[in-house]
């Protein structure tokens, strides 16, 4: 007998579903002539369970490499529809949202690829099934892959937003005209791109890995810094030119 994730909610918060933990985890089921005979023992059973699984400090686990769901290698593996998807649903989560659904649709979005033989798709049943599956996989195993996914998704923008920083090229009148209203569209421009350099279709361009998009969108921000050191290099030769002919 184990909690499995969709049981958090029932250990935790202001209302402890005890009955919950007795029918589900326990497996009591109350018949009639089992009333006065076996809900005593099935009730201390359950209340040594969800005692465990309050002592756990949820935000300690780690990944179980045991486990029966596989995580990526690495989170900027996936493809960029799924990493697009995942940053859409976390900037739709709030206070109120149920933990269990955020924690099991994470990980799904996260792992499907590496569990389902198939292309990465949160529409189809597999996908479905697949939040199903986690939601019934052990309380302790899936709060430690949602560390690790969220670790590693922190991990991953940090370092990427410290690469594209690296390379920027500042241009204040862009900026004073409006640039930032073009970012609403960056991910429609990243697919054009992605079909047009890597000679893809629109469907097979959201199969990327993420990890490609970034590095070739790094690449080209790359080029565009070394070209701006260019122009400026050039102009303080042409200046220091004119200024030894007088």
Not at 112 to 141: A, G, M, P, R, T
Not at 159 to 174: C, G, I
Not at 211 to 228: G, K, R, V, W
Request: proline letters at 1%.
């Amino acid at each position: 007998m184990k909690l499995r994730l969709k049981d958090l909610t029932k250990i935790t918060g202001s209302s402890i579903d005890v009955t919950g933990v007795v029918e589900e985890v326990v497996g009591y089921k109350k018949l009639w002539f089992f009333n006065n005979i076996g809900f005593s023992g099935a009730l201390k059973k359950a209340l040594l369970i969800i005692k465990h699984g309050q002592n756990l400090d949820l935000e300690e686990l780690e990944y179980n490499e045991k486990g029966n769901i596989k995580r990526p290698s690495n989170i900027d593996s996936i493809s960029f529809k799924a990493m697009m998807e995942i940053n859409s649903f976390l900037g739709s989560v709030d206070e109120d949202s149920d933990v269990v659904n955020m924690m099991s649709r994470m990980i799904a979005i996260s792992c499907y690829e590496k569990n389902i033989d198939d292309h990465y798709d949160s529409d189809c049943k597999k996908f479905k099934d697949f939040i199903e599956k986690i939601e019934n996989e052990s309380l302790v195993d899936m709060v430690g892959l949602y560390n690790w996914i969220y670790k590693n998704l922190k991990e991953s923008q940090l370092e990427w937003k410290k690469r594209f920083a690296s390379v920027e090229v500042p241009n204040e009148d862009m900026q004073t005209a409006g640039i930032h209203r073009m970012q609403q569209f960056n991910m429609l421009s990243t697919i054009k791109k992605i079909c047009k350099d890597f000679n893809s279709s629109y469907d097979e361009a959201w199969q990327v890995s993420y990890a490609l998009t970034q590095m070739n969108s790094y690449s080209d921000a790359t080029y565009a810094h070394i070209h701006e050191n260019l122009r400026v290099i050039k102009e303080r030769k042409m200046r220091e030119q004119r200024r030894y002919a007088k």
